[in-house]
């Protein structure tokens, strides 16, 4: 059993001091947020993550799993500290370390015993080894560390499993001592035959960004071939998944439509292209993925503006959400697709079944709707979205019943289009071709 302070918890913080008590360690979880803590210690869950709630409520339970906001108490007894604070996206495109640095100089101010501190924020090149040094600067007397990299690797949504049943386990670290107590926090992924793979602090620190990074370029890369594919009669859905089946590239993130949002793609591709300009390094291809990829929600409102009849002034939006099982609306493309559609002076009715109160405090003028056919009543137009699996099988019937006019823009290319056409609808996707004339 491995004593472990957590310092934040967010969604990373959160997630990952649950699923270390539930390995059996000793975690204090910390947070300035007093009435998150609070929230905590009763068992509520800050945001929707699948089966978060109970996690949590299981290790407090077993006394395994304890909140506070006070760093002193969870340092007290700590041979381990992962900073899990947020690193958010500045103007500039760099990743804000305004949090990590901060928790670093208050970690000096208050550790009175040897501590790892390992870094689970995703974070810049050379940012362990300066935050090193923002440590020791602090410290009223020297007390000794080692730096560690342990970079996460969860998605919203399947965060639990991720953490669970990991693809891989990174751990950058320079010192021995380091690497093997961050190593048997981990213990438990060995029966499973994880990948544990050790390495340089800088080495860790741009796994994550490169991973991230990788992905995106493979989203908007099929994204790409779907606008060709559209202008040349292709069919997008076949081309990825005779990709897909070559091994060497694989099936996953090959789904053409509106591209990648969320807390992580947008916010690390951007950081990754910082980090090369910053090392002299032009990072084109993660430039061309970025642009590409904002594009997307510009094309989805073309074809949402040709589906609607003349008059038509009413648009129901099916999913806000970046994707499905999550409350998150960081990066959605729902949010400048929104914005593209009120700006033209329509009427947008949004149904979700759990990101509708984030998204309404961004856009208070859209109308909330309990259900996609409450979103539809009256409706010139639905787009959807988000693919939900509540909304992978809708009621055409009953959908297209209460609207003003059947048309269906689907930006995740889930229905069949020949089916939407039988049953009324003026029909638009992406990268799939229309029906030949006969």
């Not at 649950?18 to 000793?26: I, K, L, R, S, T």
């Not at 208070?364 to 099988?393: D, F, K, M």
Request: one cysteine or more; hydrophobic letters at 45%.
């Amino acid at each position: 059993m491995i004593r472990i302070c957590m310092v934040g918890t967010g969604y990373v913080g959160l997630v990952s001091g649950a699923c270390m008590a539930d390995f059996g360690h000793e975690v204090w979880c910390v947070d300035v947020n007093a009435q998150r803590i609070d929230g905590l210690r009763r068992g509520v869950i800050p945001f929707y993550e699948p089966g978060l709630d109970t996690l949590v409520l299981k290790n407090t339970g077993a006394d395994r799993l304890k909140f506070t906001t006070s760093l002193a108490e969870g340092l007290a007894a700590a041979e381990v500290v992962f900073i899990a604070v947020q690193t958010p996206q500045s103007e500039s495109g760099e990743a804000d370390l305004s949090y990590v640095l901060q928790v670093g100089r208050e970690i000096g101010q208050a550790m009175t015993g040897p501590k790892v501190i390992v870094t689970k924020s995703t974070v810049p090149v050379g940012t362990a080894r300066h935050l090193e040094q923002i440590i020791r600067e602090a410290q009223p007397r020297p007390v000794p560390f080692d730096m560690a990299s342990n970079p996460e690797f969860l998605r919203e949504g399947s965060s639990i499993e991720d953490f669970m049943r990991p693809d891989r386990v990174v751990i950058g670290a320079d010192s021995e001592n380091a690497a093997s107590l961050v190593k048997e926090i981990y213990r438990p992924l060995y029966l499973l035959d994880t990948p544990i793979l050790t390495c340089g602090i800088e080495t860790a620190e741009l796994i994550k960004y490169a991973s991230n990074s990788y992905l995106a370029v493979k989203i908007s890369f099929i994204n790409e071939v779907a606008a060709l594919a559209e202008r040349v009669g292709g069919d997008v859905s076949a081309i990825a998944k005779a990709m897909g089946h070559d091994r060497r590239i694989g099936p996953k993130f090959l789904h053409a439509g509106l591209g990648f949002g969320g807390s992580c793609l947008p916010k690390d591709t951007h950081a990754l292209v910082h980090i090369g300009q910053q090392a002299g390094v032009d990072m084109a291809i993660v430039r061309a993925a970025i642009a590409r990829n904002e594009l997307l929600p510009r094309a989805a409102f073309a074809k949402a503006a040709a589906l609607l009849p003349a008059g038509g002034d009413t648009v129901a939006l099916l999913g806000c959400a970046f994707k499905p099982n999550t409350d998150d609306v960081r990066a959605a493309a729902s949010r400048p697709l929104t914005r593209l559609l009120l700006d033209a002076g329509l009427k947008v009715r949004v149904a979700d079944p759990v990101a509708l109160p984030m998204f309404r405090e961004l856009f208070p003028e859209t109308v909330p709707a309990a259900s996609p056919y409450e979103a539809a009543l009256g409706a010139h137009l639905c787009i959807l979205v988000t693919e939900w699996n509540e909304y992978r099988q809708l009621d055409l019937a009953r959908l297209g019943g209460v609207m003003a006019h059947r048309a269906f823009l689907d930006c995740r290319n889930v229905y069949d289009r020949q089916r939407m056409l039988s049953q009324g609808f003026a029909y638009d996707c992406f990268g799939r071709p229309a029906p030949r004339p006969a």
